[in-house]
């Protein structure tokens, strides 16, 4: 158990950096900061201080910053960690010092995985990035199981022509997993049946649900209400600046700008999504057995 309060953290500045400590004398770019934590998770987990020069030479961070500073982490950590994290700042020899601790991921969450879909491990003091082959062979010792994400989409095409390239966006994003992922889509499935219970239907069945917002149609809030009252794992997206209701915005969502970005999102939380459930349902055939 880390000591985080400011006598804690001052023991663990005289400390020094190490294998589960890092310092940094200023607030890291979001990339850099997504990097350090999804390497923390895949490690052993550890404490990040920043203000803190490499020789534990208290630099501190503005009081002014601070503020944007933590709403910086917030969203990081939310973007790249399925599980929250602790931060806060506290002062330090009279200088604002921010620290966040970032645990090891829970075996059934690793590897955590970056937003353009790269496996990050913390090596001594340094961060290593996994090779191409090295996470193709990780892919290979998961279950093989096919899993069915339900789309939860607008259909307005005519008003927003750009929803056809986000739905290819989403395809290509599976695709690239390399992974047996099915997307399933409700305008794309035939057959006589009533649409709303045919869509209850279909999410119950689905091992998970993509809910895009663009455009705020009501049919994905319906969706969304009914995958969450379902316990199905549900990943969010939105065109950026799409506004999203109350009970909707605290909930971690992909913010995209164009169907390019929009598929490198998707990768790595395809990626995640699957090692995720596929380790549960492992698990859970495993308990079968032996029960």
Known sequence: MIDTTPKGIESIIRGGESSTVEFKRSMLPSADLAQLMSAFANSEGGILLIGVDDDGTIGGVPGYRIPQAIEEIEKTAESVLFEPVDFNACKIEGRWVLWIHIPRAPTHLFPVRTADGQIYIREDRSVENKTNDQVSALAVTLPSIEIVIFIAMSFREGEEPALVDYYKAMERAAQRTKLPIRLERMDLVEGDFEISQEIMNRIDEADAVLADFTLSPKN?????????????????????????????????????????????LLVAKFHNLYERLGKERQGANQESRTS
Do not use: H, M
């Open 220 to 264: 994905v809030y319906f969706e969304l209400g009914y995958a969450r009252g379902c316990r199905k794992s549900v990943i969010q997206t939105a065109k950026k600046d799409t506004p999203l209701e109350f009970d909707v915005r605290n909930w971690v969502t992909l913010f995209y700008k164009n169907a390019t970005e929009l598929e490198e």
